[in-house]
């Protein structure tokens, strides 16, 4: 289950790019919260905070409950981070973009899933595990979001495959993808093919016919 965060945010009132830089020169990030019955609102969010919350998370959907400090109150706003953006050559964060949510309304999200164990047609015969999806699209509400989907692949052998319908999510939780999406299969092993030696030799004698062709025209 994902952990519901706090963070503190500020309305921001200013727009264009001399504020943006403004806002940034201090310390903070612009953002912005939609979605929900409310309108849309322009915010400001400390920097380190911000940095620190996305290094420690698992996934990328992370539930914020954002305490929005407005003329000496506080308003309590729940939400996922929809989008983050990162500055082009440094990598650091320079906006982000909070959604709105609802404990009682259900919420989709693409959240990461990640192979457990060895399969066994991989530790017995020497197969490749490969994975099809790297995120599974899920449906549920936002206090049963999870941060990452384990699954277990021990039990695959080679030829053998996992589906959307087999993976065991969370308590509820359910898949909004197609049931028969190819999650995980086993491979049989590569082989690689060496060459032939009778044509490795017969390289260098095609090299020897064509000098001694020009050695004649001489």
């Known amino acids: 289950m994902s952990k519901q965060v706090k963070l503190s945010a500020r309305p921001r009132s ?48 992370i539930l914020v409950e954002l305490e929005i400090e407005d003329g000496g109150k506080t308003v309590n706003r729940l939400s996922l981070i929809q989008e983050v953006q990162h500055h082009p050559v440094r990598g650091d964060v320079i906006h982000v973009d909070f959604h709105a949510v609802s ?3 259900e919420i989709e999200a693409e959240i990461v899933i990640e192979p457990i164990g060895e399969p066994a047609g991989v530790k017995t015969f020497g197969g490749l595990l490969q994975q099809s999806i790297r995120a599974l699209h899920i449906r549920c509400l ?18 053998e495959s996992l589906h959307v319908r087999d993976i065991k999510l969370p308590q509820g939780v359910t898949a909004a993808a197609d049931a028969e999406l190819t999650a995980f299969i086993v491979s049989e092993p590569t082989v690689a093919t060496e060459p032939v030696a009778g044509e490795a030799a017969a390289a260098p004698e ?12 001489k």
């Not at 020169?25 to 380190?48: F, T, W």
């Not at 936002?142 to 030829?159: A, K, R, T, Y």
């Not at 095609?206 to 025209?217: F, H, L, R, S, Y």
């Open 14 to 61: 200013e727009s264009g790019r001399n504020a943006v830089k403004a806002v940034r020169a201090r310390g903070a990030i612009p953002a912005v919260i939609y979605g929900g019955k409310d309108e849309a609102s322009n915010l400001e969010i400390n920097k380190k905070a911000i940095d620190q919350l996305l290094a420690r998370a698992v996934g990328e959907n």
């Open 103 to 105: 404990m009682t309304e």
């Open 142 to 159: 936002p206090q049963h979001l999870p941060e990452l989907i384990q699954v277990d692949v021990s039990h695959l052998n080679v030829g």
């Open 206 to 217: 095609v090299i020897k016919e064509k000098k001694a062709e020009a050695a004649d025209k």
